[in-house]
């Protein structure tokens, strides 16, 4: 056993640390989210150019053959500087998704082009009525000639207005909430009967509401097999779990410290806060916290690639729990003794809480997690 | 002892509900139901209505203008407001600076500030926390020195809920600087059309503007406006913050909470049911509802011990800590319920700046800005650490 980075890993991290000191500093970080867009394409540039599109798939694929790990490491950094460029929906979720399951020509026009920086991506699996169940999917995909006509409605899809290739999750056989008889399209963004309502997200990131009216996809736009995607989707947001749990870590990081040198500095009856041992206490649950976060984000990328498919969804479903544990006690700590200036816009403190409680949100909550953990454990 | 309502509150309970059905605009209760924000006219308008009938000040005594209810009256009063979509009141004058008036205030002033209070055709503001005066309130730095007949003001007041729709401003200001803290201060009236203050907004996380910072540069205000003697103030100032503690519980408004937060629970779809038939969850709204209706007891029992005789004892800060507990609660299991529909941020529905339909169900926009919101109600009104010393010391002797 060795839990300390190699050479790689750490140069990896120091590359993505300066980054995000140089080009996300919190003013530069809001006019970013307010641009029409909601991220820069000269950062999207760079990350291509230092190889991270790539960093974590294999050299097969055209990547530099890293693991979760690296992505881990990438999005650990990110988490610390909120940065928003859509690194989960395009490499973690859409690439995950074709190195999983797509054909080597699904690969060549997709993945190669994305590692280059000149694809986008977004993943379209919830609607209305799923609450975090991957399988509750009622859009409709039915045979037309060749290919296929997919007729539905998909709801809060992160980055589908900047994504080339939408990759759709739809139902061609079996009832409501079957597993089986999912099937997973790359639909092109621009797609005719493919409409959008694009926003914002609490967090400032981007996504949309999408509805999809007979649209018409030839047979090669099937990722993996007909009527079996739904062990390929699931693996891919098992993974993306891990990759969010590594940037709930480097939040945890960015508002435990803000946090502490804030009571260090703040001053009242006198002294800082900081003397009082009540906030004493309370800093001293929060760091426990992101170490406990930061221990189980490790452990679930270290298992997810493990070839029993049970301990790869337990990892990913019991660090979940973590994260949106841990989370919520920073943020709401770190609200609490800001005080006053913890509620306001201008400090980025409330941004960090608002990620974190975003990031429990997506693909199931502590709770969602906690049961899933525990039927995955009891039926062992 | 009893709980069960007499013929004559259950009357009194059906003529305020009548009377609220009739009084208050569809459009104000419809931005209640759906979480949406206020404007100044929804609150003043709703406050003109119940002050023509006499019943906003409704916790003042006769003597005072007030309907001089009992604690029975009161409480259904609040609870049926609630119940029917209210805005809550706004505290500053009612709750906050008219009882002080009426207790330490001289004639003169009662006469000039009291019925416009009553009748809600002012609005106030509290000018307490400065930026370097928050928990540690005493510390303030805003100076008053005497010239004449006036003081002239100068200082920051900050965390100023509603300071851009206030006409006057209660004020703490330091008139003595050579005494020991909380004495040299004294409790002023500051009209918000005098030259020299500026209000600059505060713009909160969920993307509301509630509170301000307030600038006075050398403001000139008559001597007639200080309530109390001169360095007298610090008694106006623990009385009012004594008073706000209880009335901020917010118990009416949380039983509304549990309510809606019920009604989301059956809305929302969970695996081909419900959010109601998820055992988590309705675990822990059960639990919820409880912890409510323990703070409710609690509250009758203050109120009832206060209607034998007696100012609120420091007793009521637990209140306050259970009660914020209980809205940061209200408003997580809402966005829990909500789930991944918390996401969409769409300000322009809850500021009533577009006509838009929702991204999700109607009660999905704003679940997560009200759950960041939330959080203040453990800051502000003296932060949940500060009640906790105040019973530390004053309750238990430690």
Known sequence: MDLSYSDEQKALQEGVERFVREKYVF?????????????????????????????????????????ALETSILMEQFGKGLVLEPFLPTVVLGGGLLAAGGSAAQKQALLAPMIEGKKQFALAWLERQSRYNLADVSLKATKEGAGWSLSGHKGVVYNAASADTIFVLARTSGGARDEKGLTLFAVDGKAKGLSRRDYPTQDSLRASELTLDKVSVGADAVVGAVDGAFPLVEGTVDRAIVALCAEAVGCMDAINAATLEYIKTRKQFGVPIGKFQVLQHRMVDCFTNAQEARSMALMAALKIDDADATVRAKAASGAKVQIGKSGKFCGQSAVQMHGGMGVTDELSVSHYFKRLTMIDLMFGNQQHHLTRYSNLAMAA | MKLALDAGHRAFADEVRAFVRANLSPATRAKTVSGRHYDREDHMAWQRALGARGWFA????????????????????????????????????????????????TDAQKDQFLGPIRDSSVAWCQGYSEPGAGSDLANLRTKAVRDGDHYVVSGQKTWTSFAHWADWMFCLARTDPDAKVQQGISFLLIDMKSPGVTVRPIIMTDGAHHVNDVFLDNVRVPVANRIGEEGAGWTCAKFLLANERLGIAEVAASKRGV????????????????????????AGLADLDL?????????????????????????????????SEIQQRIAELAMEAVGEYAQPFQPGLLFHESNDTPVGRDHAPPAAPRYFNMRKTSIYGGTNEIQKNIVSKMVLGL
């Open chain 1, 27 to 67: 003013d530069t970080r809001r006019k970013i989210a307010a641009s029409e867009r909601g991220w820069l394409p000269d950062n999207w540039a760079q990350f291509a150019e230092l190889g991270w599109l790539g960093m974590s798939f294999s050299e097969d694929d055209g990547g530099l053959g890293g693991g």
């Open chain 2, 58 to 105: 409704y916790t003042w005594p006769k003597k005072h203008g007030g309907p001089g209810w009992d604690v029975t009256q009161r409480f259904l009063f609040e609870n049926v407001l609630a119940e029917e979509g209210a805005p809550r009141i706004l505290p500053f004058g009612v709750k906050m600076v008219g009882p002080v008036i009426y207790t330490f205030g």
């Open chain 2, 291 to 323: 912890q409510l209706q323990a703070l409710e007891m609690s509250e009758l029992r203050a109120l009832s011990a206060m209607a034998q005789g007696g100012a609120p004892g420091p007793e009521v800060s637990t209140l306050k800590i259970r009660g």
């Open chain 2, 259 to 282: 309510r809606a937060l019920r009604e989301i629970a059956r809305a929302e779809p969970n695996a081909g049911r419900t959010m109601a038939d998820d055992p988590g969850f309705a």
